[in-house]
């Protein structure tokens, strides 16, 4: 470290959001070089018996997952097993989407970067291995946006199949494959993907949703195939084991090409960030590269990340859902860089809109996860009401408005005409009705 570190400011903003989004709990965790520079935890992690969070505490981390699927892609990319060019259909000869006109043209390569082409689906945990989805893939409506690679939106549906990949090419069940392809050699001790075995363990958090403005126990999420990008359960300690697999340049789990390939840009996302494979990328903040991926789960909101070139990597874990975890993993990350606790990864401009231009956006949107957003018009002021929440807009391009609260945007996509029929926001696309 070039500085002393002072986490006084870091640590009272933790406080502040946990004060403000009614937050249980929260660990944090920052290792350089392979050594841990910080860990603490925030809070509690049970209201009935106010047990404290600690660094070892075990949290869900949802989508942080993802990552771990993907590695596993790579490693069979390694071996010569698998190419990211391959069409999915060349390893699931049962993939197949109704009414798709360009079924063989969607690879490996979109399932990892999202870029399908297809919308979001409705969420089905019920479902019972590999094949029950792939039926229900060749059965269900599809929201088509376009060919493959032409947008990006978070499809959770089409990234599990990466598992049925993994299963069909190992013959292994794919639990197990992660478990000792990953978790066993980064003795990763506190890590599962199994709630049986979650209940073998001391010291796990209770999950949390908000009812009524109270924090209220939930059960964990069964999930399904769906865990192939969110059923680990972990630590903030054992995320930097698993960050080492990415910073400690030894070739732990792949060689460094194949990391490089994760962290490469594949389809811009918003500001200066992109996403790559089950990862985001911001190529330049304040003269670094940030990659990072979070989660969201009924009682997770996480954030993981790491600075490649520093070889530094930041743990978040939380026990609520719908909690601002990036923006404390950015807090973490600005602490150790000496940069302003609060600086942002971007700060959207100023651009003046025409209220015509305004008017083509007004409508509801919606994705087949069952997500909505109203854009609504009060003389020259555009709002959007998600869920029970109205937020004050502002333009920042010809096609972008943002959340003035968050900064954070929402992109317009328009027809021939010039009328909007998609938004973008948070990784996801919603279709104007």
Not at 286 to 303: A, D, F, I
């Amino acid at each position: 470290m070039v500085h002393v570190i002072q986490w006084g400011e870091f640590e009272g903003y933790v406080r502040e959001i946990m004060e403000a989004e009614k937050v249980p709990g929260v660990a944090v965790a920052i290792s350089e070089n392979g050594k841990v520079v910080y860990q603490k935890g925030f809070g509690i992690r049970d209201l009935e018996t106010k047990e404290p969070i600690t660094p070892e505490t075990i949290f869900g981390v949802a989508s942080i997952t993802k990552s771990f699927t993907a590695l596993a892609i790579m490693k069979l990319v390694e071996e010569g097993k698998l190419r990211l060019e391959d069409p999915v259909s060349k390893h699931l000869p049962n993939f197949k989407l109704k009414d798709c006109r360009f079924i063989d043209e969607i690879t490996i390569h979109h399932l990892l970067s999202h870029t399908t082409g297809l919308g979001t689906m409705e969420r089905l945990e019920q479902l019972s291995g590999f094949e029950e989805h792939l039926r229900y893939l060749n059965e269900a409506e599809h929201t088509y946006l376009g060919r493959p690679g032409e947008f990006i939106c978070y499809n959770n549906d089409m990234f599990l199949l990466l598992g049925a990949v993994i299963e069909q090419i190992t013959g292994e069940n794919y639990q197990d494959f992660i478990r000792k392809l990953i978790i066993e050699p980064l003795e990763m001790q506190r890590t599962t993907y199994n709630l049986q075995e979650l209940k073998g363990f001391e010291n796990v958090t209770v999950p949390y949703v908000l009812e009524n403005g109270k924090p209220e126990h939930c059960p964990w999420p069964m999930l399904g195939n769906y865990a192939v990008g969110g059923g680990i359960r972990s630590t903030v300690l054992d995320l930097l084991k698993y960050g080492e697999a990415y910073v400690g340049g030894l070739g732990m789990i792949v060689g460094d090409q194949y990391i490089r390939r994760m962290t490469e840009p594949v389809h811009w996302v918003s500001g200066n960030s992109y996403y790559g494979y089950a990862l985001k990328i911001t190529p330049d903040y304040s003269g670094v590269t940030l990659v990072e991926h979070g989660g969201g789960q009924p009682g997770v909101s996480s954030n993981f990340g790491f600075i490649p070139e520093r070889g530094i990597a930041v743990a978040v874990l939380t026990n609520l859902s719908n909690v601002s975890a990036d923006a404390i993993w950015l807090a973490a990350i600005n602490t150790v860089l000496d940069l302003p606790t609060d600086q942002k990864r971007c700060v959207e401009p100023q651009y003046e809109m025409k209220n015509e231009q305004l008017q083509r956006m007004v409508g509801t949107y919606r994705s087949g996860e069952g997500a909505e957003v109203i854009i609504s018009l009060d003389g020259d002021v555009a709002t959007a009401t998600i869920g029970n929440e109205v937020f004050t807009l502002r333009a920042s391009a010809e096609s972008t408005l943002v959340i003035e609260s968050t900064e954070k945007p929402i992109r317009f996509f328009f027809d021939d005409e010039n009328n909007a029929w998609a938004l973008f926001m948070g990784l996801r696309m919603l279709v104007k009705e």
